[in-house]
Structure formats: structure tokens, C-alpha cells
């Protein structure tokens, strides 16, 4: 049962556009949502989170939007850069005792020159 | 570096040996978790600490794995009677609290030949 879903697998974007990368989630008991970047062999590098009360927050070239009616975030990077290239998880929990992280499958992306 | 540290990065070894990894989280952080990555898949939760308290285990984590936190800082999981389906990227992360971020190491990859 995947409570989160990244639907695509990968995403090119040329440098200086626009990344939008979304994620879905089934769970309606989420209420803090992240993304993480993660380069090969290394591990998932917090970017940026959100909690459910909002519906935006924003960090530099990155910002995240949650849409709770449609169980659906979504992040934004901009400028996108050579370097952003890796692979981008969302991740949801459930803040409580456990606080235990729900990850998607990951989207590749790569920013191409 | 005040990071969070896995070691080894890398394991290589035959089924049905023994295998133990370490995490040594950020210091301070009194939250400490384990998580399982396999190829195509984002990381999927095994166990996590709170201080020196094993609090939650997830049905992934059979019999043969194992979790200790001995003084509430570093943590060791341990694989006993290795098969080749626990090849996989074991990943530590540590947080200061149920409301913080969660802060990943660089994970062992481990393959069971």
C-alpha cells in the first residue's frame, strides 16, 4: 500500500526554468510533509518541509505547496540549476510518538545546460 | 563534521554471515531511526530510538534483525543468518525531538552475495 506516490519516474528541465516535481498521498492522518534531494551514494539531504496548516512555504529557490483537499504537494525550483540534479523523495508523517517518515519512490531529475 | 555517520559505507558478504552497522547520529539528537532502501523504492522505516528506548519496530524488521542504542548515542542494527533479499541501503537519521527534521546519514550499502 503506497501512501505516497511519486507518479514520475524522472523530469528534465533545462537550466534557468522552472522543476516541478509532485507528489500524492492517500494517508489523510499526514500532517507534516518534506522533501529530500539525494545524490548516488550518499544519503537523502533535507530541502524544505511544510506542515498541513499551510499551504505554502518558501526557501530561497525552493517552495513547496500542499493542497490538503486533493492530498497533493507539490516543489518548485527556481532558477533550476546543473547542481539540483539528483533524485528528489517527498516524504509525509504522522507527528507523534513515532514521527516515522512515509517516503515516495523518488523522482529523477535532471537539469540539463 | 557534526553530521550524522554510518559505518561501514560498504558490506559485502556471504549469506548466512552476521553482519552489525553503526550509526553515530548528531550529537544531542535523543531521536534516532533506521530506514531500508532497495532499488527503485524510496527509504521505508525499520525501527527508531529515543534515547536509549526502542520504541516502534516495523513488520520489516524480522526476527533476524536486531537494534540496540546501549547509551542513548550511538546506535548498531544487526543482521544475523544474512539472505540476499537484505541487500539494500541501510539509512540512519537522527532528530532532536518528535517535531524536528530528521537528518540522514550517508547509509551502508549492504550486498549479500
Known amino acids: 500500500d503506497q501512501q505516497v506516490k511519486q507518479n514520475s519516474p524522472s523530469l528534465s528541465v533545462q537550466e534557468g526554468r522552472i522543476s516541478i516535481l509532485n507528489c500524492d498521498y492517500t494517508?489523510?492522518?499526514?500532517?507534516?510533509f518534506l522533501w529530500y534531494k539525494k545524490y548516488p551514494a550518499e544519503g537523502p539531504t533535507f530541502l524544505i518541509s511544510?506542515?498541513?496548516?499551510?499551504d505554502k512555504n518558501e526557501d530561497g529557490r525552493f517552495t513547496v505547496f500542499l493542497n490538503k483537499s486533493a492530498k497533493h504537494l507539490s516543489l518548485h525550483i527556481v532558477p533550476s540549476q546543473p547542481g539540483d540534479s539528483a533524485v528528489y523523495f517527498c516524504?509525509?508523517?504522522?507527528?507523534?510518538?513515532?514521527?516515522?517518515?512515509?517516503f515516495g519512490t523518488g523522482t529523477r531529475l535532471q537539469v540539463t545546460l | 563534521d557534526t553530521g550524522v555517520s554510518q559505518n561501514p559505507r560498504h558490506k559485502i558478504t556471504k549469506r548466512g554471515q552476521n553482519v552489525t552497522f553503526r550509526c553515530d547520529p548528531i550529537?544531542?539528537?535523543?531521536?534516532l531511526y533506521w530506514y531500508r532502501q532497495t532499488l527503485g523504492q524510496g527509504p521505508e522505516f525499520l525501527t527508531y530510538?529515543?534515547?536509549?528506548?526502542?520504541?516502534?519496530k516495523s513488520r520489516l524488521l524480522s526476527d533476524r534483525f536486531s537494534a540496540e542504542r546501549p547509551k542513548g548515542s550511538f546506535s548498531t542494527l544487526e543482521i544475523q543468518r544474512t539472505e540476499q533479499g537484505d541487500s539494500a541501503m541501510y539509512l540512519c537519521?537522527?532528530?532532536?525531538?518528535?517535531?524536528?527534521?530528521?537528518?540522514f546519514g550517508p547509509g551502508t550499502r549492504l550486498l549479500v552475495l
Open positions: 494517508n489523510s492522518m499526514f500532517d507534516y
Open positions: 550529537s544531542e539528537h535523543n531521536r
Open positions: 516524504a509525509a508523517r504522522i507527528t507523534g510518538t513515532a514521527s516515522k517518515l512515509t
Open positions: 530510538f529515543q534515547n536509549e528506548a526502542q520504541l516502534e
Open positions: 537519521a537522527s532528530s532532536l525531538g518528535v517535531l524536528e527534521t530528521q537528518y
Open positions: 511544510i506542515s498541513s496548516i499551510k
